[in-house]
């Protein structure tokens, strides 16, 4: 059994900083991609940042590209995502996800329950 739990969404004024972070738990072998989405109301979730297993490379949405870093750290299977400069559009419901493989070597991909981020004034 796996969990991913995210933590650190909130309330911040447009122009702000927050950082999210998501620890997965559980019957874990190794973490291939970790990855952030996003799903404002009444719209589809997107992609916002992913990172690969060794966290050296990453790839961004381009509405959030030199706001947004993801980061990971592999000894605590948790992943990041800094946001700063915040913007009203960026309100939306996090997700995070990750691709874990198991000690049989089967991956599988894990979702998030979500936090909420909320930039308003």
């Known amino acids: 059994q796996v969990q991913l739990v995210e933590s650190g969404g909130g309330l911040v004024q447009p122009g702000g900083s927050l950082r999210v972070s998501c620890a997965a738990s559980?019957?874990?072998?190794?973490?291939?991609?970790m990855g952030w989405y996003r799903q404002a109301p009444g719209k589809q979730r997107e992609l916002v940042a992913t990172t690969s297993s060794g966290g050296r490379t990453s790839k961004y949405a381009d509405s959030v590209k030199g706001r947004f870093t993801i980061s990971r750290d592999n000894a605590k299977n948790t992943v990041y995502l800094q946001m700063n400069s915040l913007k009203p559009e960026d309100t939306a419901v996090y997700y995070c996800n990750a691709a874990i493989i198991n000690f049989n070597g089967v991956e599988y991909m894990y979702w998030g329950q979500g936090t909420q981020v909320t930039v308003s004034s």
């Open positions: 559980g019957t874990i072998f190794s973490i291939n991609a």
